[in-house]
């Protein structure tokens, strides 16, 4: 039974690890899936978007943990090509390479990858990890040794001077030559010696750059020289048996790094905040202290490579900052002039920030002051189209993006709960968003005027060349500047209409195309085909024009004026097209073409000034309808307030104090036939303050400013004879010209030649002229008048002519148009008295419905109460 127990125990156990590993294998298959998946995902990705660096990214992540190497070395180096790669991404790529290696297989790969790396940034890291993997897999032959060696040398000038890391590279190279030194035989002192020496030089070396723990080399030092017997142990000075030369060197060094000490202390502080907790606000800040503060103390120290590294270690910390990049550019175009430094720092400038147009610019000029082959240039030049081209897709397509957000924003602000957390995120979608349409806008404006910087500088550089050609033996043809162009213009029009760019462009091709090309229907050309795109403006014209004095076709340039005089310029530019063309005519022409220019540019010259003199008029009505319309706001409303108190009072109150409530049931009646609303108010006694404000706030408004003044109408009536006086009718308030005028004639035998002249143009408008009746006035003296009345009043003389402008247009007050229509209904026959009697019924001086011939009564002079008046006028 206890063998059939432990057989059974043994067989459960048995089935627990098969269902164990089964389980593992399963669980390590569904990894597997899911990995494999994973790498699937970001291949569609990269494939919609292969300029993204975090997909790349991302992309050699999956695959590196799938663990397909020929993908992973596919997917290196697609995005080494596009992106230059982080040392972090290097030391990461060398190692997988370097686990790779058997005791056979050559090193030279490895080392070509560690070159490949320490070009794109300066990492101390990666320099020692580059010097320690070259010397575990070098022999101890002297080649190698030399090899080594060189290595190093290469190091110390970049790494070696970084202040806070640097020591690390001295004290790998000390340490390489000290263990040569102890291989070395005693017997061969000559080569011990020299090792000696070449140890203590590296000492002093060091001893002479400010590097962060100086101070323990000094110690380290001086132990090396005790141990060769050159110096006593244990001495309290720390100069002791150290050569002058070599303290002094030291106490230098020690007084620049202590310069610096804080400047590295405050960034060192700042990017271990920076890389804690990812805070990206904090790059700009560190970026804009190490330019504005370190890098300028460094540049004042004048020492271009301390500088040149301080440079490398911010670009590495902050590869895309663009503003860097374009100081560190600068920067080396002044100082440094070793070609193959300075092109090398170009290219990785628009490797980083492929989006900055004015570094592709600057590399063009970089590569044609070191004398570069005109197939590289033309490389370069083309990938820069290429790379702010894409680059800037990529920006539109953000503010596509960001458009969608703000509508996503707007209905989330709507129709959300009303939550004030919920309320508070909606609003702040909607600024973000909002500013980065605005921001990636101005980026799409720049996007262009970069495109024709890259334009320019390549033709720059094809024109120099050109006039190079005696001198050198590269010949170039003037065909590829045209066809450059010919591409600047076809890309650019469409989108920099009437812009100063754009005229630059073809002015420069006009000049190029006279100069080189020698051919005047080419340079037409060229000036045709901006005026086609751009012909509003002035500048083009006058440029061209230009162009063609100077090349002496007055002939054609005659025919530009012609063609250009009557268009509509910006500004002051149609007035100056003209003035242009008369002084061309006096400087150039016959006295037939100055006569023949003066006959076509004063008509047009008169249509400008008086469309300016009605835009100022328009301006100025504008201003003083506005303030009217204040001020008609603010009054009433005091009055209306009134006339609500009144209202609410019982009928006995209303009727006790009120002198116009007999006439409220009369003003509703002529309210409901007129066709304007009447601005009365009833409800309290006005004043003579009141009265006034009331009928003269709506006052009459001309659209159509007249400018004729008195001259223009004596001109005009100059061939009529017998004019006496000119009176302009004026309005009160602007002082502007009303477009009416009385005209005071001699005789009958003026006035009747005077109005033959009716509809005749005076200043490019119809004139009406009609006889003016002063005798007609005083049979119609009441307080409203119509327009037509308005029109024909004249002066108290024995002839005379209203004259009155088409273009103006006049409005009576509502009041005079209402009082108008009700005096008309009741017949000619009423006649009120006093300035405001149709607001006021007691001053009516006889019934309504008596004629002027019906004798008075007595009874008629006495006052009739309200009700008694309100009867006679309900009849």
């Known amino acids: 039974m206890a063998e059939y127990d432990e057989t059974l125990v043994a067989a459960v156990e048995e089935k627990k690890k098969e269902m164990e590993e089964y389980s593992s294998s399963s669980s390590s298959s569904s990894e597997e899936e899911e990995e494999g998946e994973d790498v699937e995902n970001v291949e569609k990705a990269l494939a919609d978007n292969p300029t993204d660096y975090d997909t790349h990214v991302q992309y050699i992540k999956a695959v590196r943990k799938v663990g397909e190497l020929d993908k992973l070395r596919a997917a290196r180096e697609s995005m080494s090509q596009l992106f230059p790669l982080s040392p972090s991404l290097w030391l990461q790529w060398v190692h997988d390479e370097a686990s790779l290696l058997t005791s056979s297989s050559s090193t030279h790969a490895i080392t070509q990858l560690y070159d490949r790396a320490l070009r794109d940034y300066l990492s101390v890291p990666l320099w020692c990890d580059y010097l320690n993997f070259v010397q575990d897999h070098c022999d101890s032959s002297p080649a190698a040794t030399s090899k080594l060696r060189d290595l190093f040398e290469r190091a110390l000038p970049t790494a070696g001077l970084h202040v806070t890391q640097g020591y690390k590279i ?27 020496h070449r140890i203590r030089s590296l000492f002093h070396r060091q001893l002479s750059v400010p590097l962060c723990e100086l101070g323990s080399v000094l110690l380290a030092y001086k132990s090396w020289e005790a141990e060769l017997g050159n110096t006593p142990k244990g001495s309290a000075n720390s100069f002791d048996g150290i050569p002058p030369n070599v303290s002094s060197s030291y106490q230098k060094a020690m007084e620049m790094y202590n310069a610096r000490a804080c400047y590295e202390e405050h960034i060192s502080g700042k990017l271990h905040l920076l890389r804690s907790f990812s805070i990206l606000c904090y790059s700009e800040l560190i970026v804009d202290m190490m330019l504005q503060i370190y890098l300028k103390f460094e540049q004042s120290s004048g020492d271009p490579a301390r500088t040149q590294i301080l440079y490398e270690r911010a670009v590495t910390e902050f590869p895309v900052s663009s503003d860097l ?179 630059l462009l073809h002015e420069y091709w006009a000049r190029l195309e006279l100069s080189f090309g020698k051919d005047l229907a080419a340079v037409r050309g060229v000036w045709e085909s901006l005026l086609k795109t751009s012909g509003s403006m002035f500048e083009a014209w006058k440029q061209y024009i230009k162009m063609e004095i100077e090349t002496g076709h007055v002939t054609e340039a005659r025919g530009i004026y012609k063609r250009c005089y009557s268009k509509k310029f910006t500004g002051t530019g149609s007035e100056d097209i003209c003035h242009s063309w008369v002084r061309f005519e006096r400087e150039f022409g016959t006295l037939d073409d100055y006569d023949h220019a003066v006959r076509k540019v004063t008509p047009r010259l008169e249509e400008l000034k008086l469309y300016r003199s009605q835009q100022e008029s328009k301006s100025g009505v504008a201003l003083v309808a506005q303030k009217e319309d204040l001020h008609s706001k603010k009054a009433p409303q005091k009055r209306k307030m009134g006339a609500k108190s009144t209202e609410e009072l019982p009928t006995s109150k209303r009727q006790k104090g009120t002198t116009h409530n007999s006439t409220k049931s009369f003003e509703r009646e002529t309210s409901q036939k007129s066709t304007e609303d009447s601005n009365v108010e009833l409800g309290k006694p006005e004043t003579m303050n009141e009265q006034k404000i009331k009928y003269s706030v709506p006052r009459a408004t001309y659209t159509d400013q007249c400018t004729a003044k008195d001259e223009h109408l004596r001109d005009f009536f100059s061939d009529v004879g017998g004019v006496t006086a000119i009176r302009l009718l004026r309005d009160k308030l602007t002082g502007k010209s009303r477009g009416l005028a009385y005209v005071d004639l001699a005789d009958d035998t003026h006035l009747v030649a005077a109005l033959a002249k009716n509809k005749q143009i005076l200043l490019g408008k119809k004139v009406s002229i009609a006889r003016s009746d002063p005798k007609h006035k005083k049979g119609r003296e009441s307080y409203g008048r119509s327009s037509s009345e308005h029109d024909k009043r004249g002066p108290a003389s024995n002839s005379g002519g209203s004259v009155e402008g088409s273009g103006s247009q006049k409005k009576e007050s509502v009041a005079s148009q209402t009082q108008s229509s009700i005096l008309n209904r009741h017949g000619d026959n009423i006649q009120l008295r006093g300035r405001n009697t149709f607001a006021v019924p007691r001053t009516v001086v006889r019934t309504l419905g008596r004629s002027n011939n019906d004798p008075k009564k007595e009874s008629d002079e006495t006052p009739k109460s309200n009700d008694e008046f309100r009867n006679l006028l309900l009849k």
């Open 325 to 503: 990049w374009l100081d560190y550019t600068r920067y080396v175009d002044q100082t440094i002039k070793v070609p193959k430094i300075v092109l090398d720092i170009h290219a990785r400038a628009t490797r980083n920030c492929t989006w900055v147009g004015e570094l592709w610019v600057r590399y063009l000029l970089a590569l044609e002051r070191a004398h570069s082959s005109e197939e590289l240039m033309s490389t370069v030049f083309e990938q820069s189209l290429q790379c702010v081209s894409s680059s800037e897709e990529v920006r539109i397509g953000v503010v596509l993006s960001v458009n969608l957000t703000i509508l996503f924003g707007h209905y989330w602000l709507l129709y959300t709960p009303p939550v004030d957390e919920w309320m508070f995120v909606s609003i702040n979608v909607l600024l973000v968003a909002v500013f980065h349409s605005v921001i990636n806008l101005e980026f799409m404006f720049q996007y262009l005027f970069q495109y024709l910087d890259l334009f320019l500088t390549r033709i720059d550089g094809l024109r120099r060349r050109i006039n190079l050609a005696d001198s050198t033996d590269d010949f170039l043809e003037y065909s590829v500047i045209r066809d450059t162009f010919q591409r600047a213009t076809d890309y650019l029009s469409p989108h920099l209409k009437n812009t100063d760019g754009l005229l």
């Open 170 to 196: 001295w004290e790998a190279y000390i340490k390489f030559e000290q263990t040569i030194l102890q291989t070395i035989d005693h017997i061969n002192t000559e080569e011990k010696e020299k090792q000696v």
